[in-house]
C-alpha cells in the first residue's frame, strides 16, 4: 500500500475536518454541499475506493474531486488531530479522475427511479442522491464489530417537515434507514442498506436566554453550538467537538468532565421534538409523547429522529479556572475526585492518566510519548485529576491540601513540553519524590522558575511538526485559548488526538466511585487487551451526580486496516462485554453504556439505580 | 549461589546493596574474608546479579568466590530462607553485620521505615540468638542521639526528640537490639556514624544524595539560568539579578537560611569502612562507637568549596529562621524547599564524643575535607551523573 492510499485509509472518521476548530476556515466545498462525500473525509474514501476498484468513476465522484481547490485546509486540522496530510490524498483524487476521464473514460450517471424521484421531490434535487460515489462515503467507518453497508439513497433533508415526510415515503415503500449526525461516534450505527438520512443541513441555532434554553437542530455541532454560548458568555454541556448534538445525546446521552456539575442524559435538555417511525412529529414535552424518560436494559431500537432539542444553557463567571491535581496513584486520584464532587467543588471533574495528558498537550505522537515517560518516571505523575471551578473552588482545593498546576503553570508546562522532556533538573525531583512529590507546586515563585528552565513558547512546542506547517502551528499555539484548560475543556477540540496512533474504541461504564471496583475492573480490561496484543490503557473517570457514580472510560486502540489485529479486537470487545456484565450482575450497580444506544434522552437516575432486571 | 570461604573471619552481612554496606562488604573481601550476604533482589536483578554489578564497581570480581547470596525476606518467619538453608547458616555461628535499613527522612514513610528498621530486627535478631552468632554489629548513625543534648556520649539513646523518623527509628532500633542481645547472650556492637560522604582519595561514591544533594540542586539551578542568559536572552535571570560576572562566574543571589550556628559532620567512606572493620573485629570491650569528624565543617566553608567548584558567586549563609516571605527570588526560594530535610544537619551544635572508636583504632581520624578532596568526590559525582542512567 502506498502512502497516499495509506493515508487515505487511515481516515478516523472522527469528522473533525467538518468544524472550522482551528479558526483556519472549513473546506469551502463541504461547507456548500454538506454531504461528507464534499468533505476532506470523504474524498479519503473516496479515493481508497477508487484506488482499490472498488467503485467506477461516477458523475458526482467528478464533481467531488473537481471541487477540491486544493486549499490546504484539511493538512492543517487533520494534521492537528492525527498528524495526516489529507491534501497528497485530495491531488491524487484529482489526478485520477483527471487520468480516467484524459483517457477517454465516462462517468457514470446514477439511474434514476421513482423512489428517489419522491425523495428529490420533498428535500429538492440536490440533497437525494443514489450515486455510489456519494452512497459509498457513507458506507463504512472503522468500528471493527460493523460490516459496511452500501445506502441506496442518501438523502439531506432541510427541515423537520422534510424528514417527516421522507421517513413517511421511506416506510411506504419498506426501505430501512438510518439517520445520520456526523457519524463520529464510529460505531457502526448510522450505515444503512436502504437509506441514509444525513441531519448536516439543519444547522440552527436559536437562543431564548431569558429561559436558559437554546433550540438547535440535528445539524448543529458541539463545537459550533458552544462557541455560540460563548458568545454570549454562556455555556453548554457537550461532548465532542463535531458530534451533532441531538444525534450524540440520542446515541447515548453525552457526557463530558462538566458532568461533574450539569449531569448526563436527561440533564442537558429541557425539551426535543422527534419525527417517529410513521413520520409523526411529536415533542417530549407532550403529556401523550413516547416515554423517551425511562430506561429498560435492552438493546433499544431508535425512538425516532431528534429533529431539534431544547439545550440547557449555564451561567459563566469571570473567575474560573483550571487545576490539575497530581497523583502518585490512582486510589489517591479517586478519593480527592469523590470528595471535590460530594462536597459540590468545582464545575468540571476529571481523574486523567498519562495516555490522555501527554496526547492531550502534544501536537506530535513523537513528542507525547516523551512526555508520557516524563510524567511518569521524572515528574512521577501517574494521574491528574482535573478540577474547572471559579476561585472559591480553586481556593477549596488548596485549603484541602493539595498542590496543583494551576493555569499558569499548565500554560508554561504545555509550551515547555520539549524542554520537559530533556530537562536534568528534573532528577532532582527523586529526592523530593521520597518527601511530598508535588510539594514544589506549593512554592510562590516556582511558575518563574519553570518558565527559566523551560522557555515556554509556541515554537518550541512545535519544533518537530512538519516544517510546512509549523508557522501555522506557532501561531495557533500562540493563541491564549490553546493552552487555556477551561476552554479546552469547553471545546474539547484536542480529544481526539487520543486516535493518532491508532483508532481508539471506547469501553464506557458507570458505576460507584469504589477504589477497589475500579482499580479490578480497570485490571481486567488491561488483561484482556494485553492477552489480544492491543494497545489500551485507562481513559478517564468523571464522577457524576454528586459523587454517588462516575463515568470510567477505558480505551482499546487498534490498526483499523490490519484484519488481524481487527479480529482480535473483535474478541477482546467481546471479553470485556462479558467482563463488565459479570460485574453488572454481581453488583447491581455497573452499568454499561452499550444499554443507553438510542435511549440517551433517559433520565439517568432510570438507568444509573435502575435495579437490575428491570425491577426499577 | 557459591558458598564462601574464609574461616573464623567469615560475616553475614546486611544491607550490602547499599552505598555502606557494600563498603563494609568490599572491605571485608578485600581482607580475604568471606561474606555471607542477606538481601532481597530488586525488580530486574536478583541479588547475586546486584551483588556481581558491585564487586564489578569495587574492581572486587575475583573475590566473588567469598560471596554467598542468600534472598531473604526480613519480614518473613525465618528470613524467608527455606529450612535447611536457615538450619545450615544457623549452625555457622558466624557474626553479623547489618547495614540494612532505610534512609528516608521523610514522615510520610513512617510506616515503611519503622516496618523496616525498627519491626525487620524481629527475625535477623532471632536468627543471631539461634545461631549463637559471634556479635551482631548494628550500623546505626550519630543522630539517633536525638536532639535533646549536646553532648552525646557513646552509651545508650536517652533522648525523646528526634529531626525526622529515620533517626527515631534508629534510636528504637538501637534499644532493641541491645536488649534482645543481652537477653540472647549474643555480644553486641553499635556503630554511629555522622554524614557518609565518597572516598577522599579516590572521590568514588555509589550514592549521591546527602552532602551531594545541595551541590547537585545548586548545579542544576545554575544550568536552567546559564541556559536562560545564554540561550533566551537572560531575561528571566535578570528578574532575579542573576547574570555572569566579569570574572565569568554566575552571579546567583541564594540565601542558605539555618536556625542558628551549627556545623556539619562528615566523615569519607574509606574512613567509614576502615573503622568499622576495626570495631568489629574488636574483642568485646565497648557497645557503642561514634564513627564521626572532631573538625566538622561550618556551612560557610562548604559553601565556598561549592562556589568554588561550580563557579558560581551570590551564596549567603543566614542565621535565623526562613520565611516564605522573605525568599527574594525563585532559585532561593527551590533551592530551601530542596534543602529542608538536610537543614538540620547543616547547623548542628552536637558534639559526638569518640573514645571508644579511637580506641578501637588507636586514635585514627577522618581527614578534614579539604577542597581537594571536595572537587574529587564532586567530580567524580559529575562524570556519574549524579548516579542517574
Not at chain 1, 512554592?443 to 518550541?460: G, M, N, V
Not at chain 2, 544537619?345 to 571508644?356: K, L, N, P
Amino acid at each position: 500500500m502506498n502512502d497516499v492510499l495509506k493515508t487515505a485509509k487511515n481516515c478516523r472518521h472522527y469528522a473533525m475536518c467538518k468544524i472550522d476548530f482551528l479558526g483556519t476556515g472549513l473546506c469551502a466545498s463541504g461547507a456548500e454541499r454538506h454531504y461528507v462525500s464534499f468533505y476532506p473525509q470523504g474524498r479519503m474514501d473516496l479515493y481508497a475506493a477508487l484506488a482499490e476498484n472498488r467503485i467506477p468513476v461516477t458523475e458526482q465522484c467528478v464533481e467531488i474531486a473537481e471541487s477540491c481547490d486544493l486549499c490546504g485546509r484539511c493538512d492543517y486540522q487533520c494534521y492537528f488531530v492525527t498528524e495526516m496530510r489529507p491534501t497528497t490524498v485530495m491531488k491524487a483524487l484529482k489526478g485520477h479522475v483527471r487520468r480516467y476521464l484524459d483517457r477517454g473514460g465516462v462517468a457514470a450517471a446514477a439511474e434514476t427511479d421513482g423512489i428517489l424521484d419522491g425523495l428529490r421531490e420533498i428535500v429538492g434535487d440536490d440533497w437525494a442522491t443514489n450515486d455510489r460515489a456519494i452512497a459509498l462515503t457513507y458506507s463504512h467507518d472503522p468500528c471493527p464489530l460493523a460490516e459496511p453497508r452500501m445506502p441506496r439513497y442518501v438523502i439531506m433533508p432541510g427541515s423537520t417537515a422534510e424528514i417527516a415526510a421522507v421517513v413517511r415515503l421511506l416506510k411506504g415503500h419498506d426501505i430501512p434507514y438510518a439517520a445520520r449526525g456526523n457519524g463520529s461516534s464510529v460505531m457502526g450505527f448510522v450505515m444503512s442498506e436502504g437509506a441514509v438520512i444525513d441531519l448536516g443541513r439543519m444547522k440552527t441555532i436559536a437562543f431564548d436566554e431569558k429561559n436558559w434554553l437554546v433550540t438547535v437542530g440535528p445539524g448543529v455541532a458541539a463545537f459550533d453550538l458552544q462557541k455560540a454560548a460563548v458568545e454570549r458568555g454562556l455555556r453548554v454541556n457537550v461532548a465532542e467537538p463535531s458530534a451533532l448534538v441531538c444525534a450524540n445525546i440520542m446515541c447515548s446521552g453525552l457526557f463530558s468532565t462538566f458532568s461533574a456539575s450539569y449531569g448526563t442524559a436527561a440533564d442537558h435538555y429541557i425539551d426535543a421534538e422527534f419525527v417517529g417511525h410513521d413520520g409523526e412529529v411529536f415533542r417530549l414535552s407532550d403529556p401523550s409523547a413516547p416515554n423517551l424518560f425511562g430506561f429498560t436494559k435492552e438493546d433499544a431500537a431508535i425512538p425516532g429522529i431528534c429533529s431539534s432539542a431544547d439545550i440547557r444553557l449555564h451561567p459563566v463567571t469571570d473567575d474560573e479556572g483550571a487545576a490539575f491535581v497530581p497523583f502518585e496513584s490512582l486510589e489517591g486520584a479517586l478519593d480527592f475526585a469523590r470528595d471535590c464532587a460530594m462536597r459540590r467543588i468545582g464545575l468540571a471533574i476529571g481523574v486523567l492518566g498519562g495516555e490522555y495528558i501527554s496526547v492531550f498537550l502534544s501536537p506530535t505522537k513523537g513528542l507525547a510519548a516523551r512526555v508520557k515517560d516524563a510524567f511518569r518516571d521524572r515528574l512521577k505523575i501517574a494521574y491528574m485529576v482535573l478540577v474547572i471551578g471559579d476561585r472559591y473552588a480553586l481556593r477549596s482545593i488548596r485549603e484541602m491540601g493539595h498542590h496543583y498546576f494551576d493555569d499558569r503553570m499548565i500554560r508554561i508546562l504545555n509550551l515547555g513540553l520539549p524542554s520537559l522532556t530533556t530537562a536534568k533538573w528534573l532528577d532532582l525531583m527523586d529526592e523530593l519524590a521520597d518527601d511530598d512529590p508535588f510539594s514544589y507546586l506549593g512554592l510562590k515563585q516556582f511558575p518563574d522558575l519553570a518558565e527559566a528552565a523551560l522557555a515556554p513558547s509556541p515554537a518550541q512546542l512545535v519544533g518537530d511538526v512538519d516544517p510546512e506547517l509549523r508557522p501555522l502551528f506557532e501561531k495557533l499555539y500562540a493563541r491564549p485559548e490553546m493552552t487555556d484548560a477551561v476552554w479546552l475543556n469547553m471545546f474539547r477540540i484536542l480529544s481526539s488526538r487520543m486516535g493518532r496512533e491508532k483508532h481508539v474504541l471506547i469501553l464506557i461504564i458507570y458505576l460507584p466511585i469504589d477504589n477497589t471496583l475500579i482499580t479490578e475492573i480497570n485490571g481486567k480490561f488491561k488483561e484482556i487487551a494485553d492477552r489480544h496484543g492491543l494497545k489500551n490503557d485507562y481513559g478517564f473517570i468523571t464522577p457524576i451526580d454528586n459523587g454517588k457514580r462516575c463515568v470510567f472510560e477505558y480505551d482499546y486502540y487498534l490498526d483499523q486496516n490490519d484484519p488481524d489485529e481487527m479480529a482480535r479486537m473483535r474478541q477482546a470487545l467481546m471479553e470485556a462485554g462479558m467482563m463488565i456484565e459479570r460485574y453488572a450482575a454481581e453488583t447491581g450497580t455497573v452499568k454499561w453504556i452499550r444499554y443507553l444506544f438510542c435511549q440517551g434522552f433517559c433520565r439517568k437516575e432510570s438507568f444509573l439505580y435502575a435495579r437490575e432486571g428491570g425491577d426499577q | 549461589m557459591r558458598r564462601s570461604g574464609g574461616g573464623n573471619g567469615q560475616y553475614i552481612l546486611t544491607g550490602a546493596t547499599g552505598f555502606l554496606g557494600s563498603h563494609v562488604m568490599a572491605g571485608l573481601l578485600r581482607q580475604g574474608r568471606g561474606v555471607v550476604i542477606l538481601g532481597r533482589p530488586s525488580q530486574d536483578e536478583s541479588l547475586q546479579e546486584r551483588i556481581e554489578r558491585l564487586l564489578r564497581w569495587f574492581g572486587c570480581e575475583d573475590r566473588a568466590g567469598l560471596c554467598e547470596c542468600h534472598e531473604t525476606d526480613f519480614l518473613a518467619t525465618r528470613l524467608g530462607l527455606g529450612g535447611d538453608a536457615y538450619e545450615e547458616l544457623c549452625n555457622r555461628g558466624l557474626g553479623i553485620i547489618h547495614c540494612a535499613s532505610d534512609t528516608s527522612f521523610a514522615e510520610r514513610n513512617r510506616r515503611r521505615v519503622m516496618q523496616s528498621n525498627v519491626e525487620g530486627l524481629s527475625e535477623i535478631l532471632d536468627f543471631a540468638v539461634a545461631s549463637g552468632a559471634r556479635r551482631f554489629s548494628y550500623i546505626s548513625t550519630a543522630y539517633a542521639a536525638g536532639t535533646d543534648q549536646r553532648e552525646c556520649p557513646e552509651a545508650p539513646v536517652s533522648a525523646a526528640h528526634f529531626t525526622n523518623v529515620y533517626e527515631e527509628s534508629k534510636a528504637e532500633a538501637e534499644g532493641i537490639i541491645a536488649r534482645r542481645c543481652r537477653e540472647g547472650k549474643v555480644p553486641c556492637t553499635i556503630i554511629r556514624p555522622s554524614v557518609v560522604y565518597g572516598d577522599s582519595v579516590t572521590g568514588r561514591s555509589l550514592r549521591f544524595n546527602a552532602l551531594y544533594y545541595p551541590v547537585r540542586s545548586l548545579q542544576h539551578i545554575r544550568d536552567i539560568y546559564l541556559d536562560d542568559i545564554t540561550q533566551h536572552g537572560g531575561k528571566k535571570s535578570a528578574e532575579c539579578g542573576i547574570h555572569i560576572n566579569g570574572d565569568g562566574e554566575l552571579y546567583l543571589p541564594i540565601r542558605i537560611f539555618v536556625p542558628h550556628e551549627g556545623t556539619i559532620n562528615l566523615i569519607p567512606v574509606d574512613y567509614f569502612t576502615d573503622t568499622v572493620l576495626a570495631i568489629v573485629d574488636r574483642p568485646a570491650a565497648e557497645t557503642f562507637y561514634h564513627v564521626t569528624s572532631r573538625n566538622p565543617e561550618t556551612l560557610a566553608t562548604l559553601v565556598s568549596y561549592i562556589e568554588r567548584f561550580l563557579n558560581i558567586t551570590g551564596v549567603e549563609v543566614v542565621i535565623g529562621p526562613s520565611g516564605a516571605d522573605e525568599m527574594k527570588n525563585p532559585p532561593e526560594e527551590l533551592f530551601d524547599h530542596f534543602i529542608r530535610l538536610y537543614r538540620p544537619y547543616m547547623a548542628d551544635r552536637r558534639i559526638f564524643t569518640r573514645e571508644h572508636t579511637d580506641g578501637a583504632t588507636g586514635g585514627a581520624l577522618p581527614p578534614d575535607l579539604s577542597y581537594d578532596i571536595f572537587q574529587r568526590c564532586m567530580a567524580f559525582a559529575v562524570a556519574a551523573n549524579w548516579g542517574q542512567a
